[in-house]
């Protein structure tokens, strides 16, 4: 990569704001200064990190027979407003394309915001018979949303460059169900390797997907204590598919309605897992998606320079042999120079050999995640090195989902909610009538996450608007 | 997948037209009824195969020191506008964004037709010295033409989905004419990996890319006796650096312009592939791409039946331990349209397993490319079908090359050139005048493929316009 000045030390990561622009460039993910609003560009070693994410995802997908395909990027507008929900959703954020070279298209052009109006006129064609359902297809493309709010980098964009959704067809709004809450399992795994914990909740009703009968969502919490929705699973009930004529064959031979979902996962994926675990050193990465999992730094003497050079290159091959991606930084910096370098990457493990370590047969490990240093027989190094790695996952986890816990207060009164929310989650009863929810969300200036798809609680409390008894809590959070 | 009616046959290869369009929808590659035209929706199966070819591409550019990285779709006018020739070539094609929402934008957007103008002023603020050339960047991404002319799945797309386009920057002109060398030769061993002989050529000057110093070019012989462009590598001089104002620092402390090329490949790679090695029976795939690799029938009689069934499915976890990508069909098919099935969808290796295979421990194995069938140890599975793959890509590559070398007819009259080129490339001499080159193709009715970057012939020969000798042969075809 082209060299990147970094003069400039990270600020502290109490600073969040701050610290997160920062991060993104100093370590390399991306670069802000492209001449649009709301679009960025990825570095290679940002890139490398969303590679190493999406093959997690795909692995996830597709060995819960989810299959991967493309649908075309512009929707022509009689398609796009065919569901009318779904329109009131969208309309003002669909970027249109109205040109071809100097002539006017005779029918305007959507840039996909999401997918579903592109794909269903197609499953209109494929679903047939109840045979071949469910249909479970997703793709990973890039969306388009004209944000007039505040962008940032990963989370509000004006593209979307990642964003993997999936479409389902069922027989019944009960296998529909099912999916729904399937793709939530799968999600949570998904973040489980990401090392992020996560909220799992239904979206109260006046803030489901536009066409949708129920969205379950899922949330991270972020440093500042506000939180970010990085998944959604929508139930489409038979909605979308009165719209789009999507209907299949009984084993009766009778034409029916069919039922969907959709679901999806942006590059927000990365925006938390890199939020969650770097520290004021810079990047912290689980290391199943760091490009760079171990740095191999030689520590050299004039005398025995050749030799240790020898045992790195020795280290760094056996550690490629067993699938390591690993690096040798024999350049001219001093030691203290690389590892400020290595840790600014988020690089989970670093290997240190010099001329007694080599007499000793070993190497000094130094951990990302913890700063802790140990001894490493060098025959056992790609052994030591795995476990290393899951010892540091293990430990991101853990200590994600303490932060995460620590970090939802039980409250029952709104005016303790206000002030929770400021660095936290917050829990409230709530008696689950609309009024109340709209009336609780005014009063305390945040929204309603959802109800808690996993219980937290089930003593009867009294919503706080119209003090009926309720068993029910919801969380609530600033968003991003 | 949804349940593809296939009750026609295929049509012969002879009437190619018609056959390509056929397989793409019975081989389940591409489905043509998406309601825009020129954009096409990938099946899974078709898209399982863009999955394989494209982790090739990915591994030949990594391994030769390129980084993936990703930039905006949207290019604003003014950018898209500062190079004079790039526009020229480009401006009737570009479809431009020009309302968000209800909104009208303040700049237009346009669709990257490639993204030249998209990089280079990003390029402009990260090249910096000459210690970080070469910067050797791609991105594979969705890209888009407003074709006019008449539209064709994977070669002539209103929305190309799968551009991979490299861009680097160099020091000097040299290095610079060494990366397209390079690139030249990449995009030789990709093409081999598809075994797709491919001819090089340097097109003429009239036909270079729109900005370019020179473009070098890759063309495959269609069955219809067309080229079709499968790869360009582009040498930009320093045009777009004296737009961009992308500069670095020699090591003297000079600012001085770099030089720089690009080079591109499309789902065009998978065109040429399809149709090469196809038959009237459907795709033939080189195992490396097949999404299933061999397909195992179980001949099934009710005595055996349940021994049949564990040989199938042990050797189908021995296969896929090995890495091989299998499937059992135990469906109730008769064996006669399984056969079919999997003969449409290019499944390089059946593997037949009925109750006397078994009793002499056997199973058969049929040859896609070939229909050969021989049969194999069960206690040598791996191994026996890792060698089919082998002798199938060897024999696919074989084939395709004699079929290109006997289609080369090597012309001295412009008369001839034109009876060859109907089922054929045509060579012919050309002294290098740009007015002798267009009279040519005036003449032909065909353009000239450019001049031969590997050795066909050194006999001095006349111009057939102006009746120079020369010892310059060019390519001359009809083209996609």
Redesign the interface.
Known sequence: ????EKEAALPSKKNFSDWYNELLWMGEIM?V????KG??????FG??I??NTYAIIREILDESGH????????I?EN?FMKEAEHIKGF?????????????QLDVP?A?RPTSET?IY??YK?????H??LP?K?YQI??T?R?E?KHTRPLIRL??I?SFKEAHTVHATWEEAEAQVKEAVELYTEFYKRLAVPVLRSRRPDWDKFPGADYTDAIDALMPDGRALQIGTCHHLGNNFAKTFDIKYETSSGEQVLAYQTCYGISERSLAATISIHGDDKGLVLPPEIAPVQVVIIPILFKKEAEEVLAACKDVWARLKKAGIRAEIDSSDLRPGAKYYKWEMKGVPLRLEIGPRDLKNNVAVVVRRDNGTKAQLPLPEIVEGVKAGFEAIHENLYAKAKAELESHIISCTSLTEVKKAIQKNIATIPWCEKKECGLAMEEEMDAGILGIPLDQVEDKPAKCPICGEETKTRVYVARTY
Chains 1, 2 share one sequence.
Do not use: C
């Open positions: 990569m082209a060299d990147i670069d200064r492209y001449p649009v679009l960025y560009v990825w570095y290679p890139f490398a969303r590679r299959q991967e395909t493309l649908f075309p990027l512009l022509p398609e309309e003002d954020e669909v970027y249109w394309v109205t040109h071809g070279g100097k002539a052009l840039l592109a006129p197609m064609i494929w679903v047939r018979s045979a071949a249909l297809l493309v890039n388009f004209y007039t004006r593209e460059t």
